[in-house]
């Protein structure tokens, strides 16, 4: 190789002094001299190191920022995928358990001796049974989350307490029941009064905590996602930020050599400063196609479930309050309110100036609801199938979207009936008909829930596919920042030994 | 090193606009009320027991205290809290211009409003119930006022929820005010008023006369806040959790309505989600 540098730039620097070998002890202390008063930087050499040193402190800051919006993006998928989110929509098992206890025991006490009426009086039993044990399921997955906020924790434990007074207060109405040997919807007062204690502790203590256990930690995610999520898109800003300055740093000691050495290019740096666009374009586009997942699973996953377990919920419990209206007379009034309510909250119609009450709900759902395709832009009801609409298009979700909105039409046909036979005076009728004797009401309002139960399927499979990209895109970048920045050092250091060794 | 001075000024204008949006970028959730260190607090002035403007300016009332044990939570001491009048009309636009950070004022959350505003709570769930002379033991519940005189306040719904929703056939009478109306219930030109249990037992409080506790609607009283507040929605929330396991919701409904005779939920009431 031929020492050919390149005319100094103003100001010229000096020839590099030539050491003295003869002296090494001499020769140590000068060069320490030489470092301190910053002389090497006036030497060729001492200037490509320089060069090399702060493009190797930028990779490294790069590989650093790399690493933890990385850590960031698996600190998402874990919390949503994998640990908080899957718990909390557990917990809305909770709710749901305790309102359709509350819905079997209505049943028993209605049916009275008629043990074969509606689902039968063991199969009662046993449903009533199992959602107790899914009630204990799930206030266990709640005491989980509940972790260190003793507020919640506090709730849990309430609800806990409760549930043994109701259970208690149960025992009570149902030993009463069966002494009275009553006929199907003839249950005795001091039965209804017995089940009025149970009920209201259910309405008014129980089921609102378990509902705000699950708003909760559902908030608690939500939060969680909102940080991870800023976090994980600041860290691909720093990482484009960084990649940015490791190129500029690179292009800049590939401008100093070319000027120095008169040489066009130098391969291996040339390679290096192509890898740091690579490893920083494919870091930040990991980073945006995570938030993008993340944000999927979170959208049209988690807060979906979430929406369409509660109108799950909710709908079974209003479907209960047809057998509380029918069980007790006395509050029927206040029941057939709570229904509508509860329809109200799932479905509302716009019902423009109309009075709101049942026998327009029923109007409006056949006017607006019927005529609603699911993917149409105008969407003319709220509740929470007008959240959901307003979120579909079309496709597998809207198809399942329209059998949910067909079953639930069935469903409130049914109860127009119902009330219909009650409020002309005919209870047997009303009862008959709402047990299924002499209707389809129980297998209808079972169909209801098998399609409801499918379009939440449909938001489970979004979930998994969006945590499963996550996960997926994640995988191996372990290894990749580290490796890519080793492999980048190594060409930096490979591109300048020669220049450098040209000075020994 | 003119390659470097140059990179130096080049990665300066290159950093700091990123450096500038990457602090930016960190607090992608919108401004909340659980970040303010005062607040406007929009209540009513003219609820007996709910929200009351005192002669003096200042306000008073359930709502009221609630709202201060909710900003409180929030990290707002009393002193920095602004009350102000805020008429049902005006909620939703008041909210949205931001005139006031928060309403508690017998705000009842429905699912048209959720559209415009996110509700927090709700802090209690009232009830439409029926308030009589003591000597109308006949009327047990809302079908008993077939062919009595009901109050209808203008501007209320009420009276709807009776003869519209429930087809109960009452005479609605119109009256300006619910306090008119007592007047007219204790003079015989009426026979019964009804409309949410809390707004009753305010303008019971020290009158003649009976709450027959039926209860047969759910009034969700919640917490208004700007549509969109999700997080300021979340804290109210707990605030509200806290107000009634550490007594203090207990407290403040005996404080208000415990002499009325109406029948109190002490139980924390279902919250409603924020959307």
């Known amino acids: 190789m031929t020492m050919s540098p390149a005319p100094p730039a103003a100001p010229a620097p000096p020839a590099p002094e030539p050491p003295e070998p003869a002296d090494v002890a001499r020769h140590r202390s000068g060069r320490l001299r030489t470092f301190v008063r910053g002389r090497w930087l006036k030497t060729i050499p001492g200037r490509i190191r320089a060069h090399v040193v702060l493009c190797l402190a930028a990779l490294v800051a790069l590989l650093a920022v790399l690493t933890v919006a990385i850590g960031n993006a698996r600190d998402s998928v874990q919390t949503i995928g994998h640990d908080a989110g899957p718990q909390v929509v557990a917990t809305g098992t909770l709710y749901f358990a305790l309102s359709d206890m509350d819905a079997q025991v209505a049943n028993i006490l209605l049916i009275g001796r008629e043990h074969d009426l509606g689902i039968g009086y063991d199969e009662t039993l046993r449903v009533y049974e199992k959602r107790r044990a899914e009630a204990d399921a799930a206030a266990v997955q709640a ?13 849990v434990q309430e609800v806990l307490d409760g549930l043994g007074k109701y259970e208690r207060l149960v025992g009570q109405a149902m030993q009463l029941d069966v002494q009275s040997d009553h006929a199907p919807g003839e249950t005795p007062t001091q039965v209804v009064d017995a089940y009025r204690q149970a009920t209201d502790l259910m309405k008014l203590q129980l089921l609102p905590k378990a509902y705000n256990i699950t708003l909760d930690t559902g908030s608690h995610v939500r939060q969680s996602y909102e940080t991870k999520r800023s976090a994980v898109l600041t860290g691909r800003a720093w990482v484009a930020l960084t990649g940015l300055v490791v190129l500029l740093l690179l292009i800049a000691t590939q401008l100093y050599l070319v000027r120095t050495f008169r040489r066009v290019l130098n391969p291996a740096l040339v390679l290096a400063t192509l890898a740091t666009i690579v490893l920083t374009a494919v870091g930040a586009g990991l980073l945006t196609a995570h938030a993008g997942h993340i944000r999927k699973a979170k959208d049209d996953g988690f807060a979906s479930i ?28 206040t029941y057939e309110q709570t229904y509508l309510d509860k329809s109200l909250s799932v479905i509302y119609p716009d019902l423009g100036d109309k009075p709101v009450n049942l026998e327009n709900y029923y109007a409006g759902l056949e006017q607006k609801v019927a005529a609603y395709k699911p993917g149409d832009k105008a969407v003319p009801f709220l509740g929470f199938f007008g959240d959901e609409a307003r979120t579909t298009d079309k496709g597998r979700e809207a198809d399942a979207l329209a059998k949910t909105l ?33 209707s389809n009401a129980i297998r209808d309002f079972d169909a209801y829930d098998a399609a409801l139960y499918a379009l939440t399927t449909v938001h489970q499979d979004a979930f998994d596919k969006a945590i499963e990209d996550a ?4 995988r191996g970048w372990n290894a990749v920042p580290a490796t890519g920045a080793a492999v980048i050092a190594l060409l930096i250091l490979a591109g300048v030994r020669p220049r450098l060794a040209e000075f020994r | 090193m003119r390659a470097i001075r140059a990179t130096a000024a080049a990665l300066t204008a290159a950093l700091l606009p990123a450096l500038l949006s990457g602090c930016g970028l960190g607090a992608t959730e919108k401004k909340s009320v659980a970040d303010k260190d005062s607040l406007v607090i929009g209540v009513k002035e003219d609820q007996p027991a709910l929200g009351v403007k005192r002669p003096d ?23 920095n809290l602004t009350f102000k009048t805020t008429n049902s009309s005006v909620r939703e636009e008041a909210l949205a211009k931001g005139t006031v950070d928060m309403i508690v004022a017998t705000y009842s959350i429905t699912a048209k409003r959720k559209m415009k505003v996110t509700f927090a709570g709700p802090y209690y769930v009232a009830h439409q119930d029926t308030f009589v002379r003591a000597d109308a033991t006949a009327v047990k519940d809302v079908r008993d ?14 009276w709807r929820r009776v003869i519209e929703e429930r087809k109960v056939d009452a005479k609605p009478v119109t009256v300006n005010t619910y306090g008119a109306c007592m007047d007219a219930l204790a003079a015989g030109r009426l026979d019964a008023v009804s409309t949410d249990d809390l707004i009753l037992a305010g303008f019971a409080t020290g009158r003649p006369g009976r709450m027959i506790n039926a209860p047969f609607t759910d009034e969700k009283y919640g917490v208004g806040l700007k549509k969109g507040d999700l997080r300021g929605c979340e804290e109210v929330n707990r605030a509200i959790t ?19 005779g109406l029948k109190l939920t002490t139980s924390v009431p279902q919250f409603e989600g924020c959307t």
């Open chain 1, 306 to 333: 979430l929406q369409l377990s509660r109108a799950r919920a909710i709908s079974h419990s209003a479907f209960a309050d047809e057998s509380r209206y029918l069980l007790d007379p006395g509050r029927a009034d």
């Open chain 1, 143 to 155: 005491a989980q989350l509940a972790g260190r906020d003793p507020a919640l924790k506090r709730t």
């Open chain 2, 145 to 158: 006022l077939k062919g009595k005189r009901i109050c209808e306040v203008t501007g209320s719904n009420s």
């Open chain 2, 242 to 260: 806290d107000m009634y396991q550490d007594g203090t919701a207990q407290r403040l409904l005996a404080k208000w309505f415990g002499k009325s």
């Open chain 1, 406 to 438: 067909a079953a639930y039409r069935t469903v409130q046909r049914n109860d127009a009936r119902m009330r219909q036979l009650a409020s002309a005076g005919n209870r047997a009728g009303a009862v008959d008909l709402r047990m299924g004797r002499t």
């Open chain 1, 471 to 474: 996960d997926g895109g994640l």
């Open chain 2, 57 to 79: 300016g200042t306000y008073e009332g359930f709502d009221v205290d609630v709202a201060t044990y909710v900003a409180g939570k929030l990290g707002v001491p009393k002193g």
